[in-house]
């Protein structure tokens, strides 16, 4: 979940031990606007390397292969 700090060292560290974890996630954004919640998701995918599958409201669906299995 994102707060209203939007995405900081420690989300983006909680996204990567999610996605090597579970490959596909969902992260909620419930505390930015429109124009944040893109920004956001721009910045999280360039950081994980992780790929869009999903963005409806303020919920993104993310997916980054595992290779380690």
């Known amino acids: 979940m994102i707060g209203a700090r939007g995405v900081t060292d420690e ?6 031990r999610a996605l090597k974890a579970h490959e ?18 721009v910045s999280i995918i360039e950081k994980t390397r992780a790929e869009q599958v999903q963005h409806i409201g303020k919920v993104f669906v993310l997916y980054r292969k595992n290779d380690d299995e």
């Open 11 to 16: 989300v983006i560290a909680e996204i990567e």
């Open 24 to 41: 596909l996630i969902k992260v909620r954004a419930p505390g930015l606007d429109r124009e944040q919640r893109d920004e956001a998701l």
